[in-house]
Every structure is written in structure tokens, then in C-alpha cells.
């Protein structure tokens, strides 16, 4: 007994936690600066603290409640009509359901390399085909809807990730729209947007009620701070959001994740801190960072310095866990999160050092 053909299908590849790395190196997890997943570095909201302990008791339960009042509360906030919002475990559960409503056996995607691997390996779950559009380092990964077009054939699914992961780059919303009218009329246009609280420009949500071929990706995971609860949702427009019904897999946003959502979307200022921290991280990356960096408009800063795997592999042995972005192809560059201003501190000067050892391009 073998399963099907999994040759073209390759594994994710996680940032390292903390813990494993800890264990790996004999010290306390806590003594570690861990900024190489792009989490919140203040960690989740006290209310969604609060509310996962209020759930805890409830759990013997199918989440229904809970998930129609996220549902609701998410449409609301955006000026959406609650069938407009699909909920699902991660941003990556979103992902999983426009495969589902969108491709048939043979159809293909257009995703951005580098770039976030899940919108392939979804693709391919669902026995679709990847095509790539290429953000060129020379350009400094510059997007527009050229880049995007210039690859395009006609593909089921266009992926768009602003901020982008792992360059920090950001599309221009008038480029989105232009991107959505240029497109075939069967091509559904996703903007990855998992990153949008930190990006100072509107959401492409504003761009569903003119554009029946545009959805946006939105996460709890980063700015909200509760990725280990796995929660987000795709916001998709109003003609075919029906679909959500039938493609949905029964209750797999769990009732403490809905929980926890519904409380941290009532703590702006804990939002606020992390997207403001944010900014001054960046900057201060920019300036004193030892290496070359890219104006990002995420959490995390992509930066170049020479043998990616060896420099990651020497600041973690010095506590400071960043990510060797090898795996996005890109094997001259490390993504550092945003940290806490010590954190982000510690890590600049950690990274200085591991530098000046490891010889540079
Ligand atoms: C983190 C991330 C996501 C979503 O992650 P979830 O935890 O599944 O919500 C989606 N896209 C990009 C580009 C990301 O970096």
C-alpha cells in the first residue's frame, strides 16, 4: 500500500520554536529571543487569556455560538454581509477553502516566489498545479502588476501577499484593483493581507464591493497574537460566498479559538502597541543592522547577509532564533521578526557580532 504520487509535494518548513531549540542547546526557553515566526512578541491579549479560560469549561461542545458571533462581529467591523466572511482554523484554513471552492483537477495557481510555500502545497492537496511569478532580488522585490502579469496565463487562482512574506514588500491597493480588471474572468485574485495591521495603507476588503473576483486572507495569528489557537478567515464576495457552506470543514474553528478572537478584536490597544513596537523595530533594524535590509511594511525584516544557514545557525547559538530563509529560496538572506524593544535590541546586537565572524559576500 503506498498514497498517491507525493513527489511534487514537499513539507512545510516551520521557523524553529523556541522550546525545541532550548532543549537543542541545553539553555531555558526563556533566555531565548525568538523572532522567526513573525508572532506577537507581547504574546496574546490578557482579554483572550481571559476568554480561552472562560471557554475551557465549555469545550464538551461543537463551537456554533461562538463561530456565528465571530462571524457577525468580523462582517461588521468591515462592512461586510456576515456570508461574506469565511472562518477557519488559520488564514491557511482559507486558503484550503478557495482550493476547494475554486479548482477543479488540473487547475492552476500563479503564486509569487519567493513566497508563502502554503498556496502551492494547498493547490496541490487539491490536485491543482503551481505556476510561479518571480519578485527579483535586483528589483528589491519590487511588486506591481507587471511582474504579476507578465507570468500570468489564464491561471484559476491568483496569489497576492501584501506586506509579502518574506521581503516586507507591499502592493499598491490601485495596482490590486487594476490586477483584478486585468485578469481573465475566471481568475479568482487572493490578497494575503496576514500581515495588514502593520501596513499603513487600506485593506483590499474595500475592493469586494466593485470586484466579484477578488478575495483577501486575514489572520489572528500575527498582530492578534494567538497563533497557537489557529484562527483566521477570508473575507470573499457576496455573489458567490454561499460556497462557504459547502466547502467548510464542520467546526474546524474550534470554540476556544472563536473565543479568544471575539475577545482580542475588543482590545485595540493591545493591537496598537504591537503594530506601533513594530515600526520602531523596523527602523531600527534599517539603521543598525549591519547588513542590507528592505523597507518592510511587516513585523519582520528581511536582511542579506552572506551564508544564511550559518549565520542563523550562529545567532541561535547565542540565544537569538531568526530565520534562515533558505527554504524561500533565498539562501544570501535571514527574516527577523519584530521583537519587543529589548528583544529587537538583543537581537540587532547579537546579529552584529555573528557578522563580523561569518565572513560576508
Ligand atoms: C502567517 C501567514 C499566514 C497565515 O497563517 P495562519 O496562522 O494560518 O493564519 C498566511 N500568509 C502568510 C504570508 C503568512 O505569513
Known amino acids: 500500500m503506498q498514497p498517491r504520487d507525493l513527489s511534487a509535494h514537499s513539507p512545510y518548513v516551520p521557523g524553529r520554536g523556541s522550546e525545541e531549540v532550548a532543549r537543542e542547546l541545553g539553555m531555558d526557553p526563556d533566555e531565548l529571543t525568538k523572532l522567526s515566526s513573525n508572532e506577537n512578541p507581547f504574546g496574546p491579549s490578557p482579554e483572550?487569556?481571559?476568554?480561552?479560560?472562560?471557554?475551557?469549561?465549555?469545550?464538551?461542545?461543537?463551537?456554533?455560538?461562538?463561530h456565528a458571533d465571530l462571524t457577525e462581529k468580523l462582517a461588521a467591523k468591515w462592512g461586510l454581509v456576515p456570508e461574506q466572511v469565511w472562518v477557519s482554523a488559520g488564514a491557511d484554513g482559507s486558503i484550503d477553502y478557495l482550493s476547494r471552492a475554486m479548482l477543479e483537477p488540473g487547475d492552476r495557481v500563479l503564486a509569487p516566489t519567493p513566497g508563502f510555500s502554503y498556496y502551492g502545497m494547498s493547490a496541490r492537496y487539491h490536485h491543482g498545479s503551481v505556476a510561479e511569478y518571480e519578485l527579483s532580488k535586483d528589483d528589491d522585490f519590487a511588486q506591481t502588476p507587471e511582474t504579476v502579469l507578465d507570468a500570468y496565463?489564464?491561471?484559476?487562482?491568483?496569489?497576492?501577499?501584501t506586506p509579502h512574506n518574506p521581503t516586507g514588500s507591499a502592493f499598491p491597493l490601485e495596482a490590486v484593483s487594476e490586477l483584478a480588471e486585468s485578469v481573465e474572468a475566471h481568475t479568482l485574485l487572493v490578497v494575503d493581507e496576514a500581515y495588514g495591521e502593520y501596513a499603513e495603507r487600506a485593506s483590499a476588503i474595500g475592493l469586494l464591493s466593485d470586484?466579484?473576483?477578488?478575495?483577501?486572507?486575514?489572520?489572528?495569528?500575527?498582530?492578534?497574537?494567538?497563533?497557537g489557537l489557529r484562527i483566521g478567515w477570508a473575507a470573499v464576495p457576496e455573489a458567490w460566498a454561499d460556497a462557504y457552506a459547502r466547502v467548510n470543514t464542520p467546526f474546524a474553528a474550534n470554540e476556544v479559538a472563536c473565543r479568544a478572537a471575539l475577545a482580542a478584536l475588543d482590545d485595540d490597544a493591545h493591537v496598537e502597541r504591537t503594530v506601533e513596537t513594530a515600526r520602531w523595530a523596523r527602523e531600527y533594524m534599517y539603521e543598525h543592522l549591519d547588513a542590507r535590509t528592505w523597507e518592510s511594511a511587516g513585523n519582520f525584516v528581511l536582511a542579506e547577509v552572506g551564508d544564511a544557514s550559518a549565520v542563523a545557525e550562529a545567532s541561535q547559538r547565542e540565544g537569538v532564533i531568526v530565520r534562515d530563509c533558505t527554504s524561500f529560496g533565498l539562501p544570501a538572506c535571514i527574516r527577523i521578526s519584530c521583537g519587543t524593544e529589548a528583544g529587537t535590541r538583543r537581537a540587532v546586537e547579537t546579529l552584529n557580532g555573528v557578522l563580523a565572524e561569518v565572513a560576508k559576500p
Open 48 to 66: 483572550a487569556v481571559e476568554a480561552v479560560r472562560e471557554a475551557a469549561p465549555n469545550v464538551d461542545v461543537y463551537p456554533t455560538t461562538s
Open 153 to 161: 496565463d489564464g491561471e484559476r487562482i491568483v496569489y497576492l501577499t
Open 211 to 227: 470586484h466579484d473576483n477578488v478575495a483577501v486572507l486575514r489572520t489572528f495569528s500575527k498582530a492578534y497574537g494567538i497563533a
